[in-house]
Protein backbone atom coordinates (compact mmCIF):
# COMPACT_ATOMS: atom_id res chain seq x y z
CA UNK A 1 0.00 0.00 0.00
CA UNK A 2 1.11 3.58 -0.79
CA UNK A 3 1.11 6.20 1.83
CA UNK A 4 2.09 9.91 2.72
CA UNK A 5 2.12 11.76 5.41
CA UNK A 6 1.83 15.89 5.64
CA UNK A 7 2.68 16.01 9.43
CA UNK A 8 1.52 19.63 9.42
CA UNK A 9 -1.95 21.30 8.96
CA UNK A 10 -0.39 24.96 8.90
CA UNK A 11 3.05 26.37 8.06
CA UNK A 12 3.60 30.44 8.54
CA UNK A 13 6.45 31.94 7.17
CA UNK A 14 7.27 35.62 6.91
CA UNK A 15 7.70 36.88 3.29
CA UNK A 16 11.08 36.48 2.01
CA UNK A 17 11.86 33.60 4.13
CA UNK A 18 12.68 30.44 2.74
CA UNK A 19 9.79 27.92 3.44
CA UNK A 20 9.31 24.06 3.84
CA UNK A 21 6.60 21.96 3.44
CA UNK A 22 7.14 18.50 4.50
CA UNK A 23 6.46 15.51 3.18
CA UNK A 24 7.19 12.06 4.16
CA UNK A 25 5.72 8.92 2.17
CA UNK A 26 5.58 4.67 2.06
CA UNK A 27 5.51 2.47 -0.96
CA UNK A 28 6.76 -1.29 -1.40
CA UNK A 29 8.70 -0.64 -4.39
CA UNK A 30 10.23 2.87 -6.01
CA UNK A 31 8.29 6.09 -5.62
CA UNK A 32 7.43 8.49 -7.80
CA UNK A 33 6.47 11.79 -6.09
CA UNK A 34 4.77 14.78 -6.65
CA UNK A 35 3.90 18.45 -5.28
CA UNK A 36 0.29 19.80 -6.11
CA UNK A 37 -0.99 23.30 -4.82
CA UNK A 38 -4.59 24.09 -4.68
CA UNK A 39 -5.89 27.90 -4.29
CA UNK A 40 -9.61 28.20 -2.92
CA UNK A 41 -11.97 26.77 -5.16
CA UNK A 42 -9.58 25.84 -8.17
CA UNK A 43 -8.10 22.63 -9.62
CA UNK A 44 -4.99 21.31 -7.90
CA UNK A 45 -2.29 22.39 -9.97
CA UNK A 46 1.17 20.46 -10.56
CA UNK A 47 4.60 22.02 -8.68
CA UNK A 48 7.04 19.05 -9.40
CA UNK A 49 7.80 15.68 -9.32
CA UNK A 50 10.65 13.35 -8.71
CA UNK A 51 11.05 9.86 -10.78
CA UNK A 52 14.08 8.90 -10.93
CA UNK A 53 18.02 10.93 -11.30
CA UNK A 54 18.80 13.81 -9.28
CA UNK A 55 17.29 13.98 -6.12
CA UNK A 56 17.10 17.56 -5.98
CA UNK A 57 14.04 18.57 -8.34
CA UNK A 58 13.22 21.65 -9.42
CA UNK A 59 9.87 22.96 -10.73
CA UNK A 60 7.32 26.08 -10.80
CA UNK A 61 7.26 29.33 -9.34
CA UNK A 62 10.98 28.56 -7.69
CA UNK A 63 9.75 25.75 -5.84
CA UNK A 64 12.31 22.80 -5.39
CA UNK A 65 11.91 19.46 -3.22
CA UNK A 66 14.36 16.93 -2.26
CA UNK A 67 14.41 13.60 -2.42
CA UNK A 68 15.61 11.38 0.79
CA UNK A 69 15.22 7.78 0.42
CA UNK A 70 17.02 6.86 3.75
CA UNK A 71 14.39 9.25 5.68
CA UNK A 72 11.46 8.42 2.87
CA UNK A 73 10.79 12.25 2.83
CA UNK A 74 10.18 14.84 -0.15
CA UNK A 75 10.19 17.78 1.86
CA UNK A 76 8.79 21.03 -0.69
CA UNK A 77 10.90 23.83 -0.45
CA UNK A 78 11.50 27.19 -1.31
CA UNK A 79 14.23 29.91 -0.82
CA UNK A 80 11.95 33.48 -0.34
CA UNK A 81 8.73 32.89 -0.04
CA UNK A 82 6.19 35.28 -1.43
CA UNK A 83 2.54 36.60 -0.34
CA UNK A 84 1.13 34.65 -3.48
CA UNK A 85 2.35 31.34 -2.42
CA UNK A 86 -0.49 31.39 0.50
CA UNK A 87 -2.21 28.21 -0.53
CA UNK A 88 -2.95 24.64 0.11
CA UNK A 89 -0.41 21.97 -0.87
CA UNK A 90 -0.40 18.63 -1.24
CA UNK A 91 2.18 15.90 -1.32
CA UNK A 92 1.18 12.48 -3.92
CA UNK A 93 2.65 9.11 -4.15
CA UNK A 94 2.58 6.71 -6.39
CA UNK A 95 3.75 3.30 -6.14
CA UNK A 96 5.98 1.12 -8.88
CA UNK A 97 3.31 -0.42 -11.00
CA UNK A 98 0.28 1.37 -9.16
CA UNK A 99 -1.45 4.04 -11.75
CA UNK A 100 -3.53 6.22 -9.02
CA UNK A 101 -1.55 8.99 -6.77
CA UNK A 102 -2.32 8.90 -3.11
CA UNK A 103 -2.20 12.48 -1.52
CA UNK A 104 -1.69 13.62 2.23
CA UNK A 105 -3.47 15.47 4.31
CA UNK A 106 -2.66 18.88 2.51
CA UNK A 107 -0.14 21.55 4.89
CA UNK A 108 -2.14 25.22 4.46
CA UNK A 109 0.88 27.91 4.23
CA UNK A 110 0.58 31.23 5.12
CA UNK A 111 2.94 33.69 3.74
CA UNK A 112 3.00 36.77 6.29
CA UNK A 113 3.32 40.26 4.96
CA UNK B 1 -2.16 24.36 -23.98
CA UNK B 2 -5.13 22.31 -23.63
CA UNK B 3 -6.29 21.62 -20.60
CA UNK B 4 -8.66 19.18 -18.28
CA UNK B 5 -12.34 20.22 -18.96
CA UNK B 6 -14.65 19.46 -16.76
CA UNK B 7 -18.69 20.21 -16.49
CA UNK B 8 -20.40 21.66 -15.09
CA UNK B 9 -18.62 23.24 -12.85
CA UNK B 10 -21.77 23.36 -10.20
CA UNK B 11 -24.26 21.90 -9.67
CA UNK B 12 -27.19 21.65 -7.15
CA UNK B 13 -29.67 18.59 -6.71
CA UNK B 14 -32.16 17.37 -3.86
CA UNK B 15 -31.25 13.75 -1.90
CA UNK B 16 -32.03 10.94 -4.08
CA UNK B 17 -31.64 12.61 -7.27
CA UNK B 18 -29.10 11.66 -10.17
CA UNK B 19 -26.48 13.50 -11.12
CA UNK B 20 -23.53 13.49 -14.57
CA UNK B 21 -20.34 14.37 -14.17
CA UNK B 22 -18.39 15.06 -17.75
CA UNK B 23 -15.04 15.32 -18.03
CA UNK B 24 -13.02 15.92 -21.55
CA UNK B 25 -9.23 15.04 -21.03
CA UNK B 26 -6.05 17.09 -22.57
CA UNK B 27 -5.50 15.24 -26.07
CA UNK B 28 -3.37 12.07 -26.44
CA UNK B 29 -3.49 11.70 -22.80
CA UNK B 30 -4.12 7.72 -21.88
CA UNK B 31 -5.29 7.88 -18.53
CA UNK B 32 -8.14 9.54 -16.72
CA UNK B 33 -8.78 9.93 -13.10
CA UNK B 34 -11.69 10.80 -10.98
CA UNK B 35 -11.21 11.89 -7.52
CA UNK B 36 -13.56 13.28 -4.82
CA UNK B 37 -12.77 16.06 -2.20
CA UNK B 38 -15.23 16.95 0.53
CA UNK B 39 -14.77 20.20 2.31
CA UNK B 40 -11.25 20.41 4.10
CA UNK B 41 -10.34 17.16 2.66
CA UNK B 42 -7.73 16.01 0.86
CA UNK B 43 -9.21 14.44 -2.67
CA UNK B 44 -9.90 10.55 -2.67
CA UNK B 45 -9.14 8.27 -5.58
CA UNK B 46 -12.57 7.25 -6.82
CA UNK B 47 -11.71 5.28 -10.41
CA UNK B 48 -9.75 5.50 -13.12
CA UNK B 49 -9.66 4.17 -16.80
CA UNK B 50 -6.54 3.54 -19.34
CA UNK B 51 -7.07 3.60 -22.96
CA UNK B 52 -11.33 3.60 -22.33
CA UNK B 53 -10.56 0.37 -19.95
CA UNK B 54 -11.30 0.58 -16.38
CA UNK B 55 -8.00 0.45 -14.85
CA UNK B 56 -8.18 1.11 -11.17
CA UNK B 57 -11.36 1.26 -8.18
CA UNK B 58 -10.77 3.21 -5.12
CA UNK B 59 -13.55 4.17 -2.61
CA UNK B 60 -16.57 4.87 -5.17
CA UNK B 61 -19.61 3.73 -3.95
CA UNK B 62 -21.59 1.21 -5.69
CA UNK B 63 -24.22 4.08 -6.18
CA UNK B 64 -21.50 5.80 -8.60
CA UNK B 65 -20.43 4.64 -12.00
CA UNK B 66 -17.99 5.75 -14.48
CA UNK B 67 -16.90 5.24 -17.95
CA UNK B 68 -14.92 6.47 -20.90
CA UNK B 69 -16.36 6.84 -24.00
CA UNK B 70 -14.91 6.50 -27.82
CA UNK B 71 -13.38 10.07 -28.09
CA UNK B 72 -11.83 9.55 -24.39
CA UNK B 73 -13.99 11.60 -22.62
CA UNK B 74 -15.52 10.18 -19.46
CA UNK B 75 -18.72 10.66 -16.97
CA UNK B 76 -19.12 9.80 -13.72
CA UNK B 77 -22.77 8.96 -12.89
CA UNK B 78 -23.95 9.48 -9.04
CA UNK B 79 -27.66 8.25 -8.55
CA UNK B 80 -29.57 8.19 -4.98
CA UNK B 81 -27.47 11.26 -4.13
CA UNK B 82 -26.82 11.54 -0.26
CA UNK B 83 -25.86 15.04 1.95
CA UNK B 84 -22.84 13.42 2.34
CA UNK B 85 -22.07 13.26 -1.55
CA UNK B 86 -21.34 16.93 -1.64
CA UNK B 87 -17.52 17.97 -2.65
CA UNK B 88 -15.72 18.58 -5.33
CA UNK B 89 -15.13 16.31 -8.05
CA UNK B 90 -12.27 16.22 -9.99
CA UNK B 91 -10.96 14.72 -13.34
CA UNK B 92 -7.43 14.72 -14.07
CA UNK B 93 -5.69 13.01 -17.05
CA UNK B 94 -1.71 11.64 -17.14
CA UNK B 95 0.14 10.26 -20.38
CA UNK B 96 1.35 6.61 -19.20
CA UNK B 97 3.02 7.02 -15.37
CA UNK B 98 3.38 11.07 -15.64
CA UNK B 99 2.27 13.38 -13.72
CA UNK B 100 -1.52 13.85 -13.71
CA UNK B 101 -3.07 17.34 -14.91
CA UNK B 102 -6.45 18.17 -12.90
CA UNK B 103 -9.31 19.89 -14.37
CA UNK B 104 -11.15 22.81 -12.22
CA UNK B 105 -13.20 20.50 -10.49
CA UNK B 106 -17.40 20.31 -10.35
CA UNK B 107 -18.97 21.38 -7.20
CA UNK B 108 -21.63 19.14 -6.45
CA UNK B 109 -24.15 20.20 -3.66
CA UNK B 110 -27.04 17.62 -2.52
CA UNK B 111 -29.52 19.38 -0.63
Known amino acids: AQSVAQPEDQVNVAEGNPLTVKCTYSVSGNPYLFWYVQYPNRGLQFLLKYITGDNLVKGSYGFEAEFNKSQTSFHLKKPSALVSDSALYFCAVRDTGNEKLTFGTGTRLTIIP | AAGVIQSPRHLIKEKRETATLKCYPIPRHDTVYWYQQGPGQDPQFLISFYEKMQSDKGSIPDRFSAQQFSDYHSELNMSSLELGDSALYFC??????????FGEGSRLTVL
Open chain 2, 92 to 101: ASSLKAGELF
